[in-house]
């Protein structure tokens, strides 16, 4: 026998990131598609397309609800996806859309309508969490363990759902919400309930965006479309650039959007987490780098007028629907999206949406956010028999939903800031002093 040429390479060489996955069809029951493989082509766009579909009814809300430019955001929130995917090394798939715990606090932000101080709280959370990224890189995970255990994590996740509660009724005063039109507002709200519990698997993951469609179909026929913004749709060019904002800085802005950080950091952590359950792989190693991509795509995002980001659930459904785990799908998510976002016309298509159908997505979607804090609860089986932990919750969420307010001069410090501080020095202060009295109470 001959023996092989010294050099001689025994697989041709790989020309992209990923392996093909077996004949890239993945068909076989229980085939599983790693983060480091791709199916054919054509399969992997059709994947990541599915990708867009799932971040696209939420990640519009955001800037329709706060004022942002709706394509802005969603260039921002395709070219923060990328450079996650650079900084993460393509080993952690995820969708970076806009972040909804960014809503109340932008909106107090926005003095008089400008969104320039918005956007500079927007950039200074997103250092925050690229400086935390870095700090967790080096030193690990655990003291962001003991910072915002689960008590914790989950009463932050469900204030901010209760804060937001009056924005879905009328958009703070604004009369943007269920308030100007119920009846479109309860068509909404019944389409996305239907649709859910009609139909299995992927469809019923579009139940935001079918009900949206829905609401506004049922909008235009019952005359309830502006037509000062169907006038901007006939006129918006197909194709140009979107419409971009300087950021301005201010101390007060700052404040408020500041503890959105701690959110984010469970938000990242969790995706971290579900991702390796999924995988079977460590990506403890990674977490830094997920916060460090997630802050440097939200300082992108708030330095030219797009909405702050995170990783996204609703793109771990997709995941964990089609067992498809490949980054070679969210970089062309990530594609379509700055496609999308580079079409005026889109963008002005988004913005014809009526206050009745954001009243109806943003109940539910608010609703979710609460429940979700909840969840973090039970999964983690936090046990409300110790006080310490009853207590945490129970002042944490009054005081976010009631948005109790403290000024200090030109500072203001709304529900999410006042209710994600109480939670914070609420556990750790009950837990200190429990300690000192009894040695034997669980840290």
């Known amino acids: 026998m001959t023996p092989p040429q010294t050099g001689t390479p025994t697989t041709p060489p790989r020309r992209t990131p990923w392996r093909l996955h077996g004949d890239g069809r993945a068909g076989r029951p229980g085939d599983v598609v790693a983060p480091d493989e791709r199916l054919s082509w054509p399969r992997t766009v059709g994947v990541g397309v599915q990708h867009v579909v799932a971040m696209f009814g939420a990640t519009f809300t955001v800037p329709l609800i706060t004022g942002f ?24 798939p995820s969708y970076l859309g806009s972040s909804f715990a960014f809503i109340a606090p932008v909106m107090a932000a926005k003095a008089g309508g400008d969104i320039g101080p918005a ?9 925050a969490l690229a400086l935390v990224g870095v700090v967790v890189q080096v030193a690990g995970t655990r003291w962001i363990d003991a910072l915002m255990p689960p008590a914790v994590t989950g009463a932050i996740v469900a204030l901010i759902g209760l804060n937001l509660a009056p924005v879905a009724w009328d958009g703070n005063g604004s009369g943007t919400g269920v308030k100007a039109q119920p009846l479109v507002a309860v068509v909404t709200l019944a389409a996305i309930l239907l649709t859910t519990v009609a139909f299995r698997g992927f469809p019923g993951r579009l139940s935001i965006l079918v009900g949206v469609v829905v609401g506004w179909l049922f909008a235009a026929a019952t005359g309830g479309l502006d037509t000062a913004t169907l006038t901007r749709l006939r006129e918006a060019a197909w194709v140009g650039l979107p419409e971009f904002h300087a950021p301005s800085f201010s101390v007060r ?14 938000e990242n952590a969790g995706h971290v987490k579900a991702v390796a359950a999924m995988t079977g792989r460590n990506l403890d190693r990674d977490m830094g780098r997920a916060f ?67 009243g109806g997505a943003t109940t539910v979607l608010y609703g979710l956010i609460a429940v979700l804090g909840a969840r973090i609860w039970i999964e983690n089986r936090v046990d409300f028999h110790d006080p310490v932990n009853l207590f945490t919750a129970a002042v944490a969420l009054i005081v976010g939903a009631a948005d109790y307010t403290l000024t200090a001069g030109d500072l203001a410090f709304n529900g999410i800031a006042l209710g994600t501080t109480a939670a914070l020095v609420t556990y750790h202060c009950m837990r200190v002093v429990a300690r000192l009295r009894s040695p034997r109470v669980p840290t």
């Open 69 to 92: 430019p709706p394509a802005t955001t969603l260039l921002f929130s395709g070219l923060g996806t990328l450079l996650f995917l650079l900084v993460t090394g393509n080993r952690l």
């Open 119 to 127: 956007l500079g709280g927007i950039v200074v959370a997103g250092a």
């Open 253 to 266: 802005a700052a404040v408020l959007v500041i503890p959105v950080v701690l959110v984010l950091i469970a």
């Open 292 to 358: 460090l991509g997630d802050g440097i795509a939200t300082v992108l995002a708030g330095s030219a007028g797009g909405s702050g980001t995170t990783t996204y659930a609703e793109n771990i459904g997709v995941m964990a629907a089609t067992r498809v785990y490949s980054t070679a799908a969210y970089w062309v998510a990530g594609a379509a999206a700055v496609l999308l976002g580079l079409s005026p016309k889109f963008g002005a298509l988004i913005l014809t949406v009526p206050a009745g159908v954001l």
